[in-house]
């Protein structure tokens, strides 16, 4: 998914053992650190975080070789700062309730899922969400089986028994979403009870200074360090025998070189279930998500939205996004398919241009080309490909098996209507893809209506850990309560999108996934046509030309939540 960049860093190797001894002690007086004491320090790293979100998106800008001026920062603000931000004030609010003695989940819609499962209402989760993410709804999903006492009974997770630490863990920082690092040290640090050492993916190096300052309230009590360097320093700490646990965000392949070597002794290895790492690995490393397209009724401002809809999930962050849409599953026999595939292709070539910034974005992106000679190039940047007439019974065909990691959306037919094609995709989606990471499903609400039932038992049968139904999974990721992760299963041999979850600012145990829905219009059109949803243009689409503004705006509310704020917040939103 996002690789550790093979260059070396000019920065001087961190003395390791003098590292892992600073979190060690740490450790010890974390132990001793009351939970009102951590929530006043989570509080603290929420000051320091909006005191360093304006560098930080301007340093993000410089990374990914964005214009200042561009619409594109509103990315660097909402899956940067403000992701961070909003985790914060949840996870600090789950800490006040366990330091009072009270319920985590008093207040917590909690209704049936299929599958003899519980959904627990996450989104939206108190009065501002109502208004800022209005027509937005996400439940997490718990293990079949799961009863509310257990729930009730083992939210908090370690938070629980604060004293009992668990060791100081690594954390092998992505590379590509800005927020991930921080977010990924936090679930740490709250969920697991580790002081944590975060190694930077040599692509963040630049943000070291910004996560130092955010950061500050826990690096001075010896919770947090950060280094930098190549791979050659997560080696050794990953190693390290001061190091108790390790996760990362990544790749399938890093993950493999970290747990089982490289070259023929990984081979070795692999074939003897002898892992190199001997201590607990947990991550998050994408995959091939699919777009199911429901076949419906659709008007020409439908087809539009849906085709910018479509062009955002692929082509946000340059389609280096571990959560991208990659493969577009369509019906064969839906009237309106060739309609919809000439609205995307414009979205693609009308999305505003941005660089192929990630480190061999565009070397990826022709060896998919190399292996469909029939790639089309719809412009807006020489990079963004659509690989059409995929066969969903090839199994050779290496779309459904390669993360591309880049602007390369591939385009797959099924036939059939209603609930026979809805199947057929969901069949498709879970045996034919790699990964287990998102999926997404688009429908125009008289096509859910007529499924009824049937639709969220189909949501039910997708192995995924995030689906989004009208959405992005990107909501998702940036929802602070929600879980976000591979679905449940993989193995260390067979790890595909990852082992565990992270977010979770519930501090949920039994969580099997997270379920988002949003509007199938924007407002106003929404509204007008019976949806329940006065939300505008989404401020993460890739067309949207308020995005900074927007997404600047609602980081500074996060910080700072004011009534008197909204006002101006819903003006941008609104222009979008």
């Known amino acids: 998914m996002n690789d550790q960049p093979s260059t070396r860093s000019t920065t001087p190797a961190p003395d390791i053992d003098a590292l892992v001894e600073r979190l060690a002690t740490g450790e010890r007086a974390w ?24 560098t930080w998106v301007r340093t993000a800008a410089g990374i990914k070789q964005l214009n200042p001026a561009s619409p594109l920062l509103g990315e660097e603000w909402l899956s940067g700062p403000y992701a961070v931000l909003t985790y914060l004030q949840a996870l600090q609010e789950t800490l006040r309730r366990l330091d009072e003695g009270t319920d985590a989940l008093a207040g917590t819609r909690i209704t049936r899922a299929p ?159 002898k892992p190199k790492l001997s201590k607990p690995m947990t991550s998050e490393l994408g995959g091939v998500s699919p777009i199911i397209i429901l076949p419906g009724e659709w008007s020409e401002a439908d087809l539009r939205y849906q085709a910018e809809h479509v062009a955002t999930m692929r082509l946000h962050n340059s389609g280096c996004n571990c959560i991208a849409g990659q493969i577009l599953i369509l019906s064969s026999d839906w009237p309106q398919k060739n309609a919809f595939l000439t609205a995307l292709r414009r979205a693609f070539a009308t999305a505003p241009a941005r660089p192929a ?32 007439g995929l066969d969903l019974t090839d199994p050779d065909e290496s779309a459904f098996t390669t993360e591309y990691f880049g602007p390369v959306l591939g385009i797959a037919e099924l036939p059939g209507t209603g609930a026979r094609f809805l199947d057929a995709a969901v069949t498709a989606a879970n045996e034919r893809l790699h990964g287990t990471l998102g999926a997404n499903l688009i429908a125009h609400p008289d096509t859910i209506k007529a499924l009824g039932p049937h639709l969220r ?83 993460w689409f890739v067309t949207n030309t308020t995005a900074a503004r927007t997404g600047r705006l609602l980081t500074e509310f996060a910080a700072r939540p004011r009534w008197q704020d909204l006002p101006a917040l819903f003006a941008s939103a609104l222009r979008g």
């Open 31 to 54: 132990a001793r650190t009351h939970l009102s004491e951590r929530r006043e320090l989570l509080l603290d790293v929420a000051s320091a975080t909006a005191a360093t979100a304006g």
């Open 115 to 273: 599958g003899d499962r519980l959904a627990l209402q996450v989104l939206p989760y108190d009065t501002y969400d109502k208004l800022l993410m209005n027509g937005f709804h996400a439940e997490v999903w718990t293990t079949p089986g799961t009863t509310e006492e257990q729930l009730r009974a083992t939210a908090g997770l370690t938070q629980r028994a604060p004293r009992q630490t668990r060791g100081v863990a690594l954390v092998l920082g992505a590379g590509n979403i800005l927020s991930i690092p921080p977010l990924d040290v936090l679930y740490q640090l709250f969920a697991e009870n580790r002081t944590a050492v975060l190694k930077l993916n040599p692509t963040t190096d630049p943000l070291a200074d910004v996560y130092r300052v955010m950061f500050q309230p826990l690096i001075d009590r010896g919770l947090v360090e950060i280094v930098t360097g190549g791979p050659e320093v997560g080696g050794a700490l990953a190693g390290h025998s001061g190091i108790a646990a390790v996760h990362m965000t990544g790749s399938e392949g890093t993950h493999d070189a970290v747990v089982w070597g490289t070259g023929e002794a990984a081979t070795a290895a692999k074939a003897e279930g």
């Open 357 to 388: 910034w990630y480190p061999g974005c565009e070397a990826r992106v022709q060896a998919a080309r190399d292996l469909h000679p029939g790639a089309e190039k719809p412009g807006g940047t020489p990079e963004r490909t659509l690989l059409t």
């Open 457 to 539: 038992a189909a949501v039910a049968d997708l192995r995924y850990g995030t689906i989004a139904i009208n959405a992005w999974t990107g909501v998702g990721y940036a929802t602070p309560r929600a879980t976000w992760g591979a679905y449940p299963g993989h193995t260390l041999d067979d790890v595909q999108s990852g082992i565990g979850i992270v977010h979770n600012a519930l501090l949920l145990d039994h969580a099997e996934r997270t379920v988002v829905t949003g509007p199938f219009r924007p407002a106003p059109r929404s509204f007008l046509n019976g949806e329940a949803s006065i939300a505008p243009k989404p401020p």
